[in-house]
Nanobody, 121 residues
Framework: QVQLVESGGGLVQPGGSLRLSCVAS????????MGWYRQAPGKEREFVAL?????????????KGRFTISRDNAKNTGSAKNTVYLQMNSLKPEDTAVYYC?????????WGQGTQVTVSS
């Protein structure tokens, strides 16, 4: 059973920073990507950032230069825990959303339960 648990969300003022964490645990084999998506009220879920198994990164245009995705213990297989982070700087009100961790393996795609990020003065 694979489980993704996010943390680090909260309320922050415009221009502030937050760091999201996602711990993926369980029998995880052949990771393709780990990443983040977000969903604002009344909008569809959208891509934010991802990290491939070889360390390549990809970002949505709206967050380039402000967000950074990284990973701990780059183990690609087995039952070890894998953690992915999203460092978010220079936050804007339009970044307000529920942020979801995403894990893609050769078997299937997994989602976390989401963590709320609110950017407001």
């Amino acid at each position: 059973q694979v489980q993704l648990v996010e943390s680090g969300g909260g309320l922050v003022q415009p221009g502030g920073s937050l760091r999201l964490s996602c711990v993926a645990s369980g029998s995880i084999f052949s990771i393709i990507t780990m990443g983040w998506y977000r969903q604002a009220p009344g909008k569809e879920r959208e891509f934010v950032a991802l990290l491939t198994s070889d360390g390549s990164t990809n970002y949505a245009d709206s967050v380039k230069g402000r967000f950074t995705i990284s990973r701990d213990n780059a183990k690609n297989t087995g039952s070890a825990k894998n953690t992915v982070y999203l460092q978010m700087n220079s936050l804007k009100p339009e970044d307000t959303a529920v942020y979801y961790c995403n894990l893609v393996t050769i078997e299937r795609r997994y989602w976390g339960q989401g963590t709320q990020v609110t950017v407001s003065s």
